[in-house]
Every structure is written in C-alpha cells, then in structure tokens.
C-alpha cells in the first residue's frame, strides 16, 4: 500500500545529518540513535556517541526548534560505571518516555555488559541529573521502551530478546514495580523468507498513544550478501490492550537511500529511537541514526501517518503449531 496522496509519509529535512561528531565537544567517532522528548519549549535529544575507544555513552543535545543550534552538554548523561558492570562495555541506544504518575522520564537503554547487551532503566526530571534503577532484563536483550502509563495497576514494556535459535521478535512484559518483570508474550514476530522484516525485527520510538490506538514504528533488518538492511515499518496496537496488534504495514515505510545512510560505520542503516508530535501543527519529528554514524531528521504529516497504518492489513498472530513449534 502506498502512502496517502502518491507521497513519502517521512520526508528527510534538508538539513540533514543534523548532528554528527565534528559537533561534539570532545573527540568522537560518531553520535548517533538519540531518544527523543520535548521537555518545556526545548527539543532534547539524548544521543549515543561512540568514543575513539569504540565504547558508547549518552548525552544530551538540547534545540529551540528541533532541527538545529544544538546545544550539546559538556560531558555525558549516562557513561560506563565502574559500580554498574552491566555496562562495562558501554550504554546504546536510549528511548524516552514521560511517566506522568512519577513526574520524571523513564530512560530504557542498552547496557552492553561482558556477557552481553541487556535492558537497563534510568530515571531523571531534566536531563542534567539520573537514578538509575539497573538492568530489568537479562542478555541478550536491546530495544526497549516503556508505555507512558499501567494498564490494570501494570507498568508494561515493549523489547526485543535475541535467541539463539529461532527469529528475533519484539516482546510484552508487566510489572508491578518497574523493576521486576514478568508474563513475558510475543508481541510482533518477524515475517519469514524475503520479506523486509524477516529474521530480527527491533521497537523503533516508543508507542505514542493517538485516538485510534499506540502507534509503533519498529525496524527490520533483512540479511543480504553484502550485509543487512535496516528500514522501518509501521503498526498500530490497541488503545486498552497494547498486547493486541491491530494492523502492521507491508511495506517499509522509510529505507536507507541517502549517502549518509547507506554509507556509515554499519552501512545501509535508518535506526529511529525517537519521535516528537506536535498536535497543533499535526507534524511528527522522528529523529533517527544513520549509517550508525550520524543522526537524521525526518518529518511526517502525523494524520496521514494515521490514517495510513488504518489502512494496513489487520494483523494476524501465528500460532506456534503452524510451523512446527510446541
């Protein structure tokens, strides 16, 4: 299906890569996979950047306008700890969410440890200052963000296991505390043979509520002789129920084209971590990494990103005995 009216639904700024390393204030080997949030009248975003070790942190850039005249802090949010071993190997990947019954944003983040990356929870009121509450997941576990909100007194989270048997879907978990997790479920399962989204599929931004359900964006990463391809695709999940899958987009609705995307530290890359909607403008900012190298702008019309994943197959969940398993 293609988008509303003949068009991209996600249409790159032209000041695109809006930040890259030369920008830092210390030397770099690239910024890339921010979260996202507006915070007051700022835009802020709290990026990875990988140091000329190869280890990642994550720090904060903060902007009026969203696009550009970053103001990058001096020093990161959130680096390796020697108190915290789950991160010995660096802190990746951030995503954002306000949790107004707690009044601070919940910072969901890969922390790569020597036994591999896992799911860690980070707290904070203004991105100066964190808490963190440690890992919630054990390895290997990436791509993770809470619902803003509990649904019958639970907290849940979207992430992605990766086995080592078997394709890499993305899962649902509860909590009564945010700290322990349990009746873990398949919630979105990667599509089998050509398809874009085969094999390992990973959340995107976290859900943003709309009227007709959580809209969630999510990657695939199709295997190729020379490498995989990271694009993007859309779903849509129920309102009262997130483990319900409503509709998933056939089709990628965003792919690596541009040169700063095809051509990176990991080439042929769109990895978004973070969305802003701006209801009065009907517009959705998603803020995303490319080419693991650079951070990447693309801007949507928000009632046409709606109206589209409306329109997208109903999404139907495989049972296990249809391919042989349980």
């Known amino acids: 299906m293609s988008a509303p009216s003949g068009r991209q639904l996600f249409i790159r700024h032209p000041s695109n890569p809006i930040l890259t390393a030369n920008q830092l204030p210390y030397p770099a080997n690239t910024v890339f996979n921010p979260g996202a949030a507006r915070v007051g009248d700022e835009t802020v975003l709290l990026a990875r950047v990988e140091d000329l070790r190869g280890i990642s942190s994550l720090l904060v850039a903060r902007s009026t306008d969203g696009v550009g005249d ?16 789950e991160e010995v190997w660096g802190c990746e990947d951030p995503r954002l969410v306000y949790l107004p019954e707690r009044e601070e944003w919940a910072i969901t983040y890969t922390a790569y440890s020597n036994r591999g990356p896992l799911v860690s929870l980070a707290m904070t009121t203004d991105f100066r200052e964190v808490r963190r509450l440690g890992p919630v997941m054990p390895p290997d576990d990436k791509d993770a963000a809470l619902f803003p909100c509990r649904f019958d007194g639970r ?7 990766s086995p080592i048997y078997g394709p890499a879907n993305i899962w649902i978990s509860y909590s009564p505390d945010l700290r322990h997790w349990g009746d873990h479920a398949v919630l979105l399962e990667a599509r089998d043979g050509a398809w874009w989204d085969a094999v390992k599929i990973g959340l995107g931004p976290p859900p943003l509520a709309t009227s007709e359900g959580w809209l969630m964006m999510y990657h695939g990463a199709h295997s190729t002789a020379s490498g995989p391809i990271y694009r993007v695709g859309l779903a849509l999940l129920d309102l009262e129920h997130p483990e319900v899958v409503l509709h ?16 990176g530290d990991v080439d042929k890359v769109i990895f978004p971590n973070g969305w802003v909607l701006d209801e009065a ?28 994943v409306k329109q997208t197959p109903a999404y139907q969940h495989r049972r296990a005995s249809d391919d042989g398993r349980g």
């Open 70 to 85: 970053w103001r990058l802090d001096e020093k990161p949010l959130l680096a390796p700890d020697p108190a915290h071993p």
């Open 155 to 161: 907290w849940i989270m979207i992430h992605r296991p």
């Open 248 to 263: 998933r987009s056939d089709e990628w609705v965003m792919a690596p084209v541009t040169n700063y995307e095809s051509v």
């Open 281 to 308: 403008a009907d517009r959705l900012l998603l803020y995303y990494g490319a080419g693991d190298s650079v951070v990447g702008l693309a801007v949507a019309c928000f009632s046409e990103v709606l109206e589209y």
